[in-house]
């Protein structure tokens, strides 16, 4: 019976030694900020995703994916099926100086990319 409660005793405090886990705090990443203040914040992603000038970096463990235009965050998304349309908008704002069938063409091929 004395060896059952020591090694109790040694099983809570062998476990009340152990570091908590810190789970990256995605809300605290804004628009605009660099991906090295991202990677700093929340760390490296699991993935790296890219489609011409936009870059989707995806935490799948977290059910979340950031999206970059030209090295800043465009967006931050909760569900990984949802980066069609972040990157729709990321590719609309980069080509929005050439004409609409150039646009339409970049935008169709980021699509099919992403659907594949």
Same mark, same amino acid.
């Given at each position: 019976?004395?060896?059952?409660f @020591?090694?109790? $005793?040694?099983?809570i405090w062998i476990? #009340?030694?152990? %570091?908590?886990i810190k789970?990256?705090?995605f809300?605290e990443?804004k628009?605009g @900020?660099?991906?090295? %203040?991202?990677e700093k /914040?929340? $760390? &490296?992603?699991? &993935?790296? &995703?890219?489609m011409?000038f936009?870059v989707t970096?995806?935490y799948?463990?977290?059910?979340?994916?950031i999206v970059?235009? #030209?090295d800043?965050?465009?967006e931050?998304?909760?569900? /990984?099926?949802?980066?069609?349309?972040?990157v729709?908008?990321?590719?609309?704002?980069?080509v #929005? $100086?050439?004409?609409?069938d150039?646009?339409s063409?970049e935008?169709r091929?980021? /699509?099919r990319?992403l659907? %594949?």
């Amino acid at each position: 019976m004395k060896k059952a409660f @020591m090694m109790i $005793g040694l099983l809570i405090w062998i476990c #009340s030694c152990q %570091q908590e886990i810190k789970h990256p705090d995605f809300n605290e990443v804004k628009s605009g @900020m660099t991906t090295q %203040q991202v990677e700093k /914040l929340v $760390g &490296k992603p699991e &993935k790296v &995703k890219r489609m011409f000038f936009v870059v989707t970096w995806k935490y799948p463990k977290y059910s979340k994916s950031i999206v970059f235009n #030209s090295d800043t965050v465009v967006e931050v998304l909760n569900d /990984l099926n949802a980066s069609a349309d972040s990157v729709k908008k990321a590719v609309e704002g980069s080509v #929005s $100086g050439k004409s609409k069938d150039s646009a339409s063409i970049e935008m169709r091929k980021a /699509l099919r990319s992403l659907q %594949q």
